[in-house]
T-cell receptor, first 110, second 119 residues
Framework: QKEVEQNSGPLSVPEGAIASLNCTYS??????FFWYRQYSGKSPELIMS????GDKEDGRFTAQLNKASQYVSLLIRDSQPSDSATYLC??????????FGSGTRLQVQP | GAVVSQHPSRVICKSGTSVKIECRSL??????MFWYRQFPKQSLMLMAT?????????EQGVEKDKFLINHASLTLSTLTVTSAHPEDSSFYIC???????????????FGQGTRLTVV
Protein backbone atom coordinates (compact mmCIF):
# COMPACT_ATOMS: atom_id res chain seq x y z
CA GLN A 1 0.00 0.00 0.00
CA LYS A 2 1.34 3.39 -0.96
CA GLU A 3 1.75 5.87 1.86
CA VAL A 4 -0.11 8.61 0.04
CA GLU A 5 -2.73 7.68 -2.54
CA GLN A 6 -4.49 9.77 -5.14
CA ASN A 7 -6.73 8.98 -8.06
CA SER A 8 -4.64 9.63 -11.17
CA GLY A 9 -7.58 11.03 -13.12
CA PRO A 10 -7.98 12.84 -15.34
CA LEU A 11 -10.68 14.69 -13.50
CA SER A 12 -12.59 16.80 -15.97
CA VAL A 13 -14.81 19.68 -14.84
CA PRO A 14 -16.44 22.53 -16.76
CA GLU A 15 -15.23 26.07 -16.27
CA GLY A 16 -16.84 27.66 -13.23
CA ALA A 17 -17.54 24.36 -11.48
CA ILE A 18 -16.05 23.07 -8.25
CA ALA A 19 -13.19 20.61 -8.63
CA SER A 20 -12.75 18.15 -5.78
CA LEU A 21 -9.42 16.40 -5.38
CA ASN A 22 -8.95 13.65 -2.84
CA CYS A 23 -6.04 12.03 -1.08
CA THR A 24 -5.69 9.32 1.55
CA TYR A 25 -2.67 8.49 3.65
CA SER A 26 -1.70 5.39 5.56
CA UNK A 27 0.68 6.62 8.25
CA UNK A 28 -1.15 7.97 11.29
CA UNK A 29 2.09 9.66 12.36
CA UNK A 30 1.57 12.22 9.61
CA UNK A 31 0.78 15.64 11.01
CA UNK A 32 1.28 18.06 8.14
CA PHE A 33 -0.22 17.93 4.69
CA PHE A 34 0.40 19.93 1.55
CA TRP A 35 -1.14 20.41 -1.85
CA TYR A 36 1.12 21.25 -4.77
CA ARG A 37 0.20 22.16 -8.32
CA GLN A 38 2.44 21.07 -11.17
CA TYR A 39 2.06 22.30 -14.71
CA SER A 40 3.44 20.12 -17.47
CA GLY A 41 7.20 20.49 -17.71
CA LYS A 42 7.42 22.62 -14.58
CA SER A 43 8.30 21.90 -10.97
CA PRO A 44 5.64 21.73 -8.24
CA GLU A 45 4.45 24.89 -6.54
CA LEU A 46 2.79 25.01 -3.15
CA ILE A 47 -0.91 25.85 -3.05
CA MET A 48 -2.04 25.00 0.46
CA SER A 49 -0.83 23.50 3.69
CA UNK A 50 -3.05 22.11 6.43
CA UNK A 51 -2.17 20.79 9.84
CA UNK A 52 -5.41 20.63 11.83
CA UNK A 53 -8.68 18.82 11.33
CA GLY A 54 -11.28 20.84 9.48
CA ASP A 55 -11.24 23.29 6.61
CA LYS A 56 -8.73 25.89 5.59
CA GLU A 57 -9.65 28.41 2.92
CA ASP A 58 -7.41 30.55 0.75
CA GLY A 59 -9.12 32.36 -2.08
CA ARG A 60 -10.73 29.83 -4.41
CA PHE A 61 -8.98 26.95 -2.67
CA THR A 62 -10.18 25.02 0.38
CA ALA A 63 -8.19 22.23 1.95
CA GLN A 64 -9.95 19.75 4.20
CA LEU A 65 -8.32 17.38 6.66
CA ASN A 66 -9.88 14.48 8.54
CA LYS A 67 -7.23 12.70 10.57
CA ALA A 68 -9.64 10.07 11.88
CA SER A 69 -10.38 8.97 8.33
CA GLN A 70 -6.83 9.74 7.13
CA TYR A 71 -8.23 11.84 4.35
CA VAL A 72 -7.19 15.13 2.80
CA SER A 73 -8.99 16.97 0.05
CA LEU A 74 -8.64 20.11 -2.02
CA LEU A 75 -11.62 21.98 -3.40
CA ILE A 76 -11.18 24.50 -6.19
CA ARG A 77 -14.15 26.82 -6.62
CA ASP A 78 -14.96 28.61 -9.86
CA SER A 79 -12.48 26.42 -11.74
CA GLN A 80 -10.62 28.10 -14.57
CA PRO A 81 -8.84 26.59 -17.57
CA SER A 82 -5.61 27.88 -16.02
CA ASP A 83 -6.22 25.50 -13.11
CA SER A 84 -5.64 22.57 -15.46
CA ALA A 85 -2.58 20.83 -14.03
CA THR A 86 -1.53 17.87 -11.94
CA TYR A 87 -2.22 18.27 -8.23
CA LEU A 88 0.10 16.50 -5.82
CA CYS A 89 -0.85 15.65 -2.27
CA UNK A 90 2.06 15.39 0.18
CA UNK A 91 2.36 14.28 3.78
CA UNK A 92 5.03 14.82 6.37
CA UNK A 93 5.51 11.31 7.75
CA UNK A 94 8.36 12.28 10.04
CA UNK A 95 11.07 11.88 7.45
CA UNK A 96 12.67 15.10 6.33
CA UNK A 97 11.44 14.51 2.78
CA UNK A 98 7.74 14.87 2.15
CA UNK A 99 5.94 11.80 0.87
CA PHE A 100 4.07 12.55 -2.34
CA GLY A 101 1.11 10.90 -3.95
CA SER A 102 1.21 10.13 -7.64
CA GLY A 103 -0.92 13.17 -8.46
CA THR A 104 -4.35 13.81 -9.96
CA ARG A 105 -4.56 15.41 -13.37
CA LEU A 106 -7.26 18.07 -13.53
CA GLN A 107 -8.73 19.30 -16.80
CA VAL A 108 -10.99 22.35 -16.74
CA GLN A 109 -13.02 22.54 -19.91
CA PRO A 110 -13.70 26.07 -21.24
CA GLY B 1 7.83 32.02 0.27
CA ALA B 2 11.38 30.79 0.26
CA VAL B 3 13.24 30.58 -3.01
CA VAL B 4 15.16 27.61 -4.30
CA SER B 5 17.13 28.16 -7.48
CA GLN B 6 18.21 25.31 -9.73
CA HIS B 7 20.59 25.50 -12.65
CA PRO B 8 20.70 24.66 -15.50
CA SER B 9 17.06 24.43 -16.50
CA ARG B 10 17.83 22.36 -19.55
CA VAL B 11 20.87 20.38 -20.65
CA ILE B 12 21.67 18.07 -23.51
CA CYS B 13 24.75 15.91 -23.20
CA LYS B 14 26.40 13.07 -25.03
CA SER B 15 26.21 9.54 -23.72
CA GLY B 16 29.12 8.79 -21.40
CA THR B 17 29.68 12.34 -20.22
CA SER B 18 28.87 13.80 -16.80
CA VAL B 19 26.44 16.55 -15.97
CA LYS B 20 26.34 18.69 -12.82
CA ILE B 21 23.13 20.27 -11.54
CA GLU B 22 23.20 22.96 -8.88
CA CYS B 23 20.54 23.73 -6.29
CA ARG B 24 20.70 26.83 -4.12
CA SER B 25 18.51 28.05 -1.29
CA LEU B 26 18.50 31.82 -1.74
CA UNK B 27 16.96 33.17 1.44
CA UNK B 28 17.30 30.46 4.05
CA UNK B 29 19.85 27.94 5.18
CA UNK B 30 19.02 24.42 4.16
CA UNK B 31 20.83 21.78 6.14
CA UNK B 32 18.93 19.23 4.11
CA MET B 33 18.02 19.23 0.44
CA PHE B 34 16.26 16.57 -1.59
CA TRP B 35 16.75 15.38 -5.13
CA TYR B 36 13.85 13.99 -7.13
CA ARG B 37 13.54 12.51 -10.58
CA GLN B 38 10.37 12.57 -12.61
CA PHE B 39 9.72 10.65 -15.81
CA PRO B 40 6.96 11.80 -18.17
CA LYS B 41 3.47 11.41 -16.76
CA GLN B 42 4.84 9.88 -13.56
CA SER B 43 5.11 11.19 -10.04
CA LEU B 44 8.11 12.55 -8.24
CA MET B 45 10.56 9.89 -7.16
CA LEU B 46 12.85 10.75 -4.29
CA MET B 47 16.41 9.85 -5.22
CA ALA B 48 18.40 11.02 -2.25
CA THR B 49 18.56 13.30 0.73
CA UNK B 50 21.50 15.66 0.73
CA UNK B 51 22.92 16.55 4.13
CA UNK B 52 25.21 19.51 4.65
CA UNK B 53 28.66 18.39 5.70
CA UNK B 54 27.95 14.68 5.53
CA UNK B 55 27.19 11.91 3.08
CA UNK B 56 23.93 11.85 1.22
CA UNK B 57 21.30 9.25 1.98
CA UNK B 58 20.18 7.40 -1.13
CA GLU B 59 16.83 5.74 -1.69
CA GLN B 60 16.72 2.06 -2.50
CA GLY B 61 17.64 1.35 -6.09
CA VAL B 62 19.48 4.63 -6.67
CA GLU B 63 23.15 4.14 -7.52
CA LYS B 64 25.23 6.41 -5.33
CA ASP B 65 28.27 6.09 -7.58
CA LYS B 66 26.27 7.24 -10.57
CA PHE B 67 24.43 10.10 -8.91
CA LEU B 68 27.02 11.97 -6.90
CA ILE B 69 25.69 14.45 -4.38
CA ASN B 70 27.70 17.14 -2.68
CA HIS B 71 26.31 19.51 -0.05
CA ALA B 72 29.31 21.58 0.89
CA SER B 73 27.49 24.60 2.26
CA LEU B 74 24.16 25.48 3.86
CA THR B 75 22.91 26.99 0.63
CA LEU B 76 24.24 24.75 -2.12
CA SER B 77 23.77 21.13 -3.09
CA THR B 78 24.93 19.61 -6.36
CA LEU B 79 23.90 16.46 -8.18
CA THR B 80 26.31 15.04 -10.73
CA VAL B 81 25.04 12.42 -13.14
CA THR B 82 28.16 10.49 -14.08
CA SER B 83 28.59 8.56 -17.32
CA ALA B 84 25.12 9.53 -18.40
CA HIS B 85 23.12 7.26 -20.66
CA PRO B 86 19.89 7.85 -22.58
CA GLU B 87 17.88 6.11 -19.85
CA ASP B 88 19.03 8.83 -17.44
CA SER B 89 17.10 11.37 -19.48
CA SER B 90 14.54 12.79 -17.10
CA PHE B 91 13.37 15.85 -15.19
CA TYR B 92 15.49 16.33 -12.09
CA ILE B 93 14.12 18.55 -9.33
CA CYS B 94 15.69 19.67 -6.09
CA UNK B 95 13.79 20.66 -2.98
CA UNK B 96 14.58 22.18 0.38
CA UNK B 97 12.78 22.69 3.64
CA UNK B 98 13.61 25.25 6.25
CA UNK B 99 15.49 24.16 9.36
CA UNK B 100 13.56 21.86 11.73
CA UNK B 101 14.46 24.22 14.56
CA UNK B 102 12.06 26.67 12.95
CA UNK B 103 9.21 24.20 13.37
CA UNK B 104 8.22 20.91 11.86
CA UNK B 105 5.29 22.21 9.85
CA UNK B 106 7.37 23.62 7.04
CA UNK B 107 6.58 23.16 3.43
CA UNK B 108 9.06 22.04 0.83
CA UNK B 109 10.16 24.52 -1.81
CA PHE B 110 11.20 23.32 -5.21
CA GLY B 111 13.78 24.46 -7.69
CA GLN B 112 12.74 25.06 -11.26
CA GLY B 113 13.88 21.62 -12.35
CA THR B 114 16.46 20.48 -14.89
CA ARG B 115 15.42 18.72 -18.06
CA LEU B 116 18.28 16.35 -18.90
CA THR B 117 18.47 14.79 -22.33
CA VAL B 118 21.24 12.30 -23.02
CA VAL B 119 21.87 11.65 -26.70
Amino acid sequence: QKEVEQNSGPLSVPEGAIASLNCTYSDRVSQSFFWYRQYSGKSPELIMSIYSNGDKEDGRFTAQLNKASQYVSLLIRDSQPSDSATYLCAADTGRRALTFGSGTRLQVQP
Amino acid sequence: GAVVSQHPSRVICKSGTSVKIECRSLDFQATTMFWYRQFPKQSLMLMATSNEGSKATYEQGVEKDKFLINHASLTLSTLTVTSAHPEDSSFYICSARDSPSRGTNTEAFFGQGTRLTVV
